[in-house]
């Protein structure tokens, strides 16, 4: 069974090298890399190219694609390297993050192939500081599956999907800005009811200042959009509260 992991960069040429090598080193035999640049100016592209050189010479079990031209945004990117990926299950490695182990790949794979039913898996994540990933800052520890109006959602770095699923139901919509990763995880868990299992242990370290939450403005408007997705998928939620009930457990998680 195969999976495609996507990873979207925009000079990112300081963290990518890292990122590619946490693909490297999983031990699972059939990978589909797929790289979404969004034609970046620093040394990105050739940081790939020369990635790209090594992983057609040496790694047999990870057939990679990448391109890299301009698009919409982050969540616009993603969806160019959703329609590129052909795995039974896809997945996402931000371009500044990693695994936590080697075999955080055959983890997940392995839940799916001991459930054909199953349509999802997510896990914890580790926040680690942005120059020193064996730093952890805080842990989101996600927990068994709960109502999304009492502040709950899996991390999306640890969301992983069968493909048939987003052909189904869609990708990202580009309508949000920040939360398109919230709307989408909403969507199908909430309002389609896809089944869901949590593996209990963090998988993906994640380095912190990513988009959403690098200023108050930005978590702000985050949870703007969250509201909004609430409603345009006819899930109830109480506006007042749920910024309260979104935020104060993620600052139980710091350390």
């Known amino acids: 069974m195969k999976i495609s992991i996507i990873t979207v960069s925009l000079n990112n040429a300081d963290t990518i090298g890292e990122t590619i090598d946490s693909i490297l080193r999983q031990t699972y035999k059939d990978i589909e890399y797929i790289i979404v640049d969004g034609k970046s100016t620093d040394e990105t592209v ?36 959703f329609t590129m990926a052909t795995g039974n299950v896809v997945g996402i490695l931000n371009a500044d993050d990693l695994f936590c182990d080697n075999r955080a790949i055959e983890k997940i794979m392995k839940i799916f192939a001991e459930n054909s039913s199953l349509d999802a898996v997510y896990a914890d994540l580790f926040y680690v500081a942005h120059d020193d990933t064996e730093k952890i800052v805080r842990k989101w520890i996600t927990g068994t599956k709960r109502p999304f109006k009492n502040g709950w959602h899996p991390a999306h770095p640890t969301f992983y999907v069968r493909q048939k699923i987003y052909k189904r139901l869609g990708l990202f919509n580009l309508n949000y800005r920040l939360a398109a990763d919230f709307e989408i995880m909403l969507r199908l868990i909430e309002k389609y009811g896809i089944s869901t ?24 408007m985050q ?33």
């Open 197 to 220: 299992h949590y593996l209990n242990e963090a998988i993906v370290k994640m380095r912190l200042g990513g988009t959403t939450n690098k200023n108050l403005k930005n978590i702000f």
């Open 46 to 81: 050739e940081i790939i190219k020369n990635y790209e050189l090594q992983i057609t010479k040496y790694f047999s079990n990870i057939n990679f694609h990448w391109i890299s031209e301009k698009d919409k945004g982050l969540y616009d990117a993603m969806n160019k390297g």
């Open 223 to 255: 949870n703007i959009e969250c509201i909004r997705a609430f409603d345009e998928n006819d899930v109830s939620v109480n506006r007042l509260f749920y910024p309260f009930l979104r935020i104060l457990p993620k600052l139980k998680q710091y350390k």
